[in-house]
């Protein structure tokens, strides 16, 4: 007896001293990462129970005017208000398309992922609408359709889309509805049929109290049972936290989800998980803030901003409301860097700096700028916001939210008011460097969208998103583009599999970058710039780094070093100095734009920009280079007959650029293995005098 006590005391100093061990680890690393980037992980400062202690019931939380207490109302313009009742009549009578068995299958069947989305997005965007609109007019004419709306989607097999099936773990071509997952859009129709519940609750159990029991039910079912259940998803970052160095950090699904669980959760969950779902979320969404870049800066591109660093911040405001203040990281300093990304990317409404598989034209979300501005009292975000605000006429009509989010709709619902009285500006720095993205981005003036602007990107091809990209960069006049990043295609299966680098706008040979040897870039972190200068001043700003490590070894490369420059109100200067070990074929040098490009002799390229009444000169300074010109034709996209009888493509690059590009290839008329090439980018010199 006296052995087993001695045992068992034994035992007990060993657990001890183990988890004190463990708690001391676990410090250490939350403070390195706090000291990496300035975020202070929320699961050091807050607990459990302090979660259970600050979080409001439901019953005393009233973030947003609903059926039972209007009295916030007046605070949305009258005209928004009406234009969604509007919106809501154009619907009727409500048509809740199907989402039969052979549409979700198409995606395994031949990769397409829209035809689905179209449909299942549709259901939601129409409720929100409905929903919104009755709250607004309160006569209950919308609410035997919101009813459908509701029933219909509660009855859906899988709230997320066919492309997310793969977190099953199984090979099947449908969902297994005894094994629910989250996905973005599971995560989405959650806070969806949860804010429906919180608006309508009264008038939807006047008709049935069954039908927001069948809410709670569904999203318990599907959504806070797995949620807590499964730590081995590796969007909610556990897997990065216990192998930090092995393991890829968490992309956009993180915020993403955790603050559409986390707003569900608020208003749906039962008392018996409601603040440990929340408390997930908490820890879940440190795994993403803890390895973010301290520049702020999104590695996905601008276009991801929203649901990275956006989602992000509507998990924050979210636990800062409920709790009264109580559960408050909105002072975090990692925030306002994250915030002012989306500002440092701008180039003149509506383009923005573009990597990955972001696009060249982006709409920023103006509620959600404005939110960022006030939450870390930025005036100069704010003044952003309202600049966007007055482009896209935000805040006088129905709000452009996609897939019916009703989370970013009621946030943005609420301070509309307060955005219409902010002055607007735009926020055209002078020179941007984010050193731990290696992106740089140069004007000619501050304050100025004339003449020429340049960003250039070194990093690595190992990003969320990622296109083999390194030592790219881009080029715009007056705010129009010129040399330009393509961006990505409509979503199929190859985009997120084994061929993803075979679609051709994901190959560094389609973007401003050499190939050498006959070989591309290749993806992997271990694809990288190494030795990276930035150097800016009154006259220049510029970018060099080496590119040798972009490629693989059988590119034959002993270094390649590039430098490119912004010589502010005169010209873009290119210089590659390379030296490899063998010549296999010729090198090339790549320039992607949208501009007609003519041909006037081996070292003369002319860019016409036809819009705008302009030219641009691209000039060989060294190098023996013959020019070469390509049509990148675009075909992404649904083919969509006008009622002219022109037919278009819906495709997200089409969108954009139109049916084409032009890639100019400078093809190699030697066989040198080490050298210079460098050209020069200006305006024509005919043009040169009209142009200050």
Not at 24 to 39: L, R, V
Not at 338 to 343: E, F, N, Q
Not at 378 to 385: C, E, W
Not at 463 to 475: A, E, Q, R, T
Request: aromatic share 12%; net charge neutral.
């Amino acid at each position: 007896m006296i052995m087993f006590r001695s045992f068992i005391q034994r035992m007990r100093r060993a657990a001890i001293a183990w988890m004190s061990g463990w708690i001391f680890c676990t410090w250490i690393y939350f403070n390195a990462k706090a000291q990496h980037n300035g975020w202070t992980p929320l699961e050091q400062t807050y607990t459990l129970r302090d979660v259970q202690h600050s979080i409001q019931p439901l019953s005393h939380w009233h973030p947003y005017p609903n059926l039972a207490d209007t009295t916030g109302l007046y605070r949305i313009p009258f005209s928004v208000q009406q234009a969604y009742i509007h919106a809501a009549e154009k619907l009727l009578p409500v048509s809740w398309n199907p989402l039969p068995a052979t549409l979700f299958m198409e995606f395994s069947e031949n990769g397409n992922r829209s035809h689905y989305e179209a449909v299942s997005f549709q259901r939601r965007e129409q409720l929100a609408t409905l929903v919104l609109a009755e709250l607004f007019e309160r006569k209950g004419r919308f609410i035997n359709d919101i009813i459908n709306g509701i029933w219909a989607i509660c009855e859906e097999s899988f709230w997320g889309v066919p492309a997310h099936m793969y977190l099953q773990g199984n090979p099947h071509e449908l969902p297994d509805v005894a094994h629910p997952v989250i996905d973005l859009f599971a995560a989405e129709t959650a806070q969806e049929l949860a804010w429906t519940y919180y608006l309508l609750k009264p008038a939807l159990d006047r008709v049935s109290p069954l039908i927001c029991k069948r809410i709670a039910y569904e999203t318990t079912r599907r959504i806070f049972i797995p949620y807590l259940q499964h730590d081995d998803w590796g969007y909610l970052g556990f897997r990065w936290r216990a192998h930090p160095q092995t393991t890829e950090r968490v992309n956009n699904w993180n915020p993403w989800i955790n603050s559409n669980v986390l707003a569900a959760s608020l208003v749906l969950a039962d008392d018996s998980i409601r603040a440990r779902v929340i408390y997930k979320t908490m820890q879940s969404i440190d795994n993403f803030a803890m390895p973010y870049p301290a520049d702020g800066g999104c590695d996905e591109g601008p276009e991801y901003w929203d649901r990275a660093a956006g989602a992000l911040l509507d998990e924050l405001q979210l636990l800062n409301n409920a709790s009264h203040g109580k559960i408050n990281a909105l002072h975090q300093p990692l925030l306002h860097q994250m915030g002012r990304y989306i500002c440092k990317m701008y180039i003149r409404y509506p383009y923005f700096m573009n990597y990955g598989d972001a696009d060249a034209i982006y709409h920023p979300d103006p509620a959600l700028v404005y939110r960022f501005g006030k939450y870390t009292d930025d005036s100069l975000m704010m003044q952003f916001a309202a600049y966007l605000a007055a482009q896209e006429h935000f805040g006088t009509s129905v709000l452009p939210y996609r897939f019916g989010v009703l989370n970013r709709a009621l946030m943005a619902l609420s301070v509309l008011s307060d955005l219409a009285k902010v002055n607007p500006s735009q926020p055209l720095f002078r020179d941007v460097w984010l050193p731990d993205l290696q992106i740089m981005i140069a004007r000619s003036d501050s304050g100025s969208v004339r003449n020429f602007y340049l960003a250039a990107q070194a990093g690595n091809n190992g990003k969320s998103h990622n296109h083999n990209d390194v030592g790219n960069f881009i080029v715009y006049f007056d705010g129009n583009p010129v040399l330009v990043d393509a961006g990505a295609q409509t979503y199929t299966a190859a985009t997120f599999s084994n061929q993803r680098y075979q679609i051709w706008n994901n190959q560094s040979s389609y973007h401003n970058l050499p190939e050498i040897n006959g070989v591309m870039q290749q993806a992997g972190k271990q694809f990288r710039a190494t030795d990276v200068q930035y150097q800016p001043d009154a006259e220049k700003a510029a970018i060099s780094m080496d590119l040798t490590h972009a490629y693989p070894d059988s590119a034959g490369i002993i270094t390649w070093k590039r430098r490119v420059v912004l010589i502010r109100n005169q010209a873009i200067a290119l210089q590659d100095d390379y030296d490899l070990r063998i010549w296999k074929k010729p090198l090339a040098e790549h320039f992607l734009t949208p501009l007609q490009p003519f041909i006037r002799n081996r070292q003369e390229v002319i860019l016409a920009d036809t819009l705008h009444h302009r030219q641009f000169l691209l000039h060989l300074v060294s190098g023996n280079l013959m020019p070469y010109i390509d049509t990148v034709y675009i075909s992404d996209g649904d083919v969509v007959q006008l009622p002219s009888g022109e037919t278009i493509r819906n495709g997200r690059m089409y969108r954009i650029w139109g049916d084409h590009l032009y890639r100019i290839r400078w093809m190699q008329t030697d066989q040198q293995t080490h050298g210079e090439i460098s050209f020069r980018l200006t305006l024509s010199s005919a043009q040169q005098s009209d142009h200050p």
